[in-house]
């Protein structure tokens, strides 16, 4: 079963990925906690949290790809 972390990216195996953040010298808490966010925005570690947070069947799977994939189409311009 994977794990899941606010910090952390889950991924199959268990195990997580953390962001880590390296703060310069003299910066303030605020503007490190302000780069933290956006990093973790960035690499879509609490939406994949959220999507991972409940069992999805299959099928339910299956939908969701391919209404991703009908919405993806409809937006591109056919040329």
Do not use: D, W
Request: one cysteine or more; proline letters at 4%; glycine letters at 8%.
């Amino acid at each position: 079963m994977a794990q899941k972390g606010v910090t952390g990216k889950v991924i199959e195996g268990g195990g997580c990925y953390v962001a880590n953040v390296i703060p310069a010298s003299n910066e303030s808490f605020e503007s490190l906690l302000r780069r933290f966010n956006k990093k973790v925005q960035q690499e879509g570690i609490l939406a994949e949290v959220r999507r991972r947070e409940h069992y999805e069947k299959p099928s339910t799977k299956r939908k969701r790809k391919e209404a991703t994939k009908r919405r993806k189409s409809a937006r591109r311009p056919r040329i």
